[in-house]
């Protein structure tokens, strides 16, 4: 069971009642994520994700110094030459990392994310030394 914002929960019930496409699975279940043929794979959702994080598509332009026409990573399947363009994993840190910043319980954001502390500490926390001292002085603070 995951918490979803009330914003995100009206989201998701119009993407279900508009367009997710009426199929089922293997299995005779209703994928949220899916297209005409099915459950949507992984290589699919990372080519969306890698698609959806080039700038050129949010900005119309390159910080790359690119043109757009002659960028090859304008091309739908292409998409992962971006230099900017980011994979699911950066998305799952940076959301991790953002719980985190927000003074998020290291124990709620380990249940959320479904990943132990000790590998959020690892491998998810970008927080430097000096941050996690700062947000511990604020807490402390504040109690």
Request: with cysteine; net charge negative; aromatic share 6%.
């Amino acid at each position: 069971m995951v918490a979803l914002s009330d914003q995100l929960t009206l989201l998701l019930d119009d993407w279900l009642d508009a367009k997710r496409p009426a199929v089922t699975d293997d299995y005779g279940r209703e994928p949220m994520l899916a297209s005409r043929e099915g459950r949507t794979n992984k290589t699919t959702l990372r080519a969306y994700v890698y698609r959806g994080t080039r700038p050129c598509v949010y900005s119309s332009e390159c910080p790359h110094d690119r043109g757009i026409g002659e960028c090859s990573a304008v091309e739908r399947d292409t998409a992962y030459e971006c230099p900017s363009s980011v994979s699911p994993h950066a998305i799952r840190r940076g959301s991790i990392t953002h719980s985190l910043n927000s003074d998020m319980p290291d124990k709620v954001v380990s249940d959320r994310a479904n990943v132990s502390q000790r590998v959020i500490e690892q491998h998810y926390d970008q927080r430097t030394e000096r941050e996690k001292m700062e947000q511990r002085r604020e807490y402390l603070d504040n109690l």
